[in-house]
């Protein structure tokens, strides 16, 4: 027999969503449980931007301080080498936030910052190892989860079940929630590269023609994302290591000594791009939120900070009910409400960028460049519309959740 637990919200995943949800219910007096399948958070795939609407909501919690602490880079302007010319792209130094720059953290440090801070709440539990596999469900409710751990199998019933189990969430198929495709027409090559003492400074990304080489400062080496076509990773492998290691060091000639560290193609990991959502976010007893949601393109970093946000709206609209009992499809229903705006705002645009910018493949205007980017480079007042809308975003959250400590 599965050992038992109960609990007013159990939330599945211990990603940004899933960690920021349980953190906010807990600190608000709701009993939540957070379960987690991997047994630590370091995953390279993980986003690594902390936006200034995070920022401003640790500022909130009355985190700020502790948190910048923690080993990070600050950016207050994005920079792109745009066919060779660098472009100041976003100016964050303008916004209307306590942190105007976006912080640069391994996702890891973020996730275990978060989850310490969150064992101050006696409310608040994290359980490692415990992988979700089904819904438990009475007279069309969901009731809880069924999970297995290294000791056998867990049953946690609740009042609400929050999905935020990423991508491939089991949450969502097992409820049978129908989803929305939206046609992306890349994939991203994830890979390592070691980073030097005189390296230059982080750039947002190395755009030619199409094509897309984004770099993140991890310390000791740079973590590498290169936009191909869809699809198109068996060509570029039968094309051979050499040509890849000269595509790449092409983008950043600083990279040129470094190239053959790719000398296998297990080093070497594709990321299928994705985006979507899902036409209803909840039913009786269950609620998704973050990538369970709506899945994000990378363009622009921004759906740790998306996903954040939905996990602010979610303890803002449910706590307080939640304190004293379950809540109904109608309290559910207005999370969607409130998160589903900004959503389609900023997919529609990411699905623009994918069909018309960063394509994956060389464009055939070889010399000049895009117009937009030709109008921030003309007009830098124009650099604080792209830092709000990544910074800061459409219908930022703030925090209104009680805390009960």
């Known amino acids: 027999m599965p050992e038992k637990l109960q609990t007013r919200c159990v939330i599945v995943g211990g990603g940004p969503a899933g960690m920021m949800a349980g953190y906010l219910l807990a600190r608000a007096g709701v009993p939540a449980v957070v379960l987690e399948k991997h047994a ?17 909501l640790m500022h909130e919690l009355g985190l700020l301080e502790e948190f910048l602490k923690q080993p990070h880079q600050e950016v207050r302007e994005l920079r792109a080498v745009v066919n060779g010319q660098v472009l100041p792209v976003a100016d964050f130094t303008k916004l209307p936030t306590r942190c105007k720059f976006i912080a640069f953290m391994p996702q890891w440090d973020f996730l275990n910052f978060l989850s310490s801070d969150g064992k101050k709440f006696p409310s608040f539990q994290l359980h490692m190892e415990t992988e979700v596999f089904d819904l438990l469900i009475e007279n069309e409710r969901v009731i809880g989860v069924r999970a297995k751990t290294p000791h056998g199998e ?5 009042d609400l079940v929050i999905g935020a189990d990423g991508r491939h969430s089991i949450v969502q198929s097992r409820a049978g929630f129908k ?17 030097k003492r005189d390296d230059p400074e982080q750039s947002f990304g190395f755009f030619q023609h199409g094509k897309l080489l984004v770099l993140l400062d991890r310390s000791d080496y740079w973590q590498c994302g290169f936009v191909i076509p869809k699809g198109g990773f068996d060509e570029i492998k039968a094309h051979g290591l050499p040509q890849f290691q000269n595509d790449i060091v092409s983008f950043a000639g600083f990279l040129r000594d470094r190239g053959t560290e790719l000398d296998d193609w297990s080093k070497i990991k594709l990321l299928t791009v994705q985006i979507n959502r899902l036409c209803d976010w ?8 973050g990538d369970s ?17 939905d996990a602010v709206a979610t303890a803002n609209l449910l706590a307080a009910k939640l304190r004293t009992g379950a809540v109904s499809v109608d309290d559910l229903r207005k999370v969607q409400a409130r998160r589903e705006w900004p959503t389609r705002l900023i ?3 990411q699905v623009f960028i994918h069909h018309r910018v960063v394509t994956g493949r060389a464009s055939s205007n070889k010399k000049s460049l895009p117009l937009v980017l030709r109008l921030l480079k003309w007009f830098p007042i124009l650099r604080q519309v792209p830092a709000r809308f990544i910074g800061i975003g459409p219908r930022p959250e703030h925090l209104k959740s009680p805390s009960a400590v």
């Open 347 to 349: 997919q529609g645009l």
């Open 293 to 309: 949601a709506h899945a994000m393109s990378p363009a622009g970093g921004v759906g740790i900070n998306l996903a954040i946000q």
């Open 179 to 195: 989803r929305r495709e939206f046609g992306v027409l890349i994939d991203v090559l994830w890979m390592r590269i070691s980073k």
């Open 154 to 158: 867990l049953d946690v019933r609740a």
């Open 282 to 289: 909840c039913s009786d007893g269950l609620l998704c939120i």
């Open 40 to 56: 630590d958070f370091n995953r390279d795939f993980r986003g690594d931007t902390i936006h200034p609407s995070t920022l401003e």
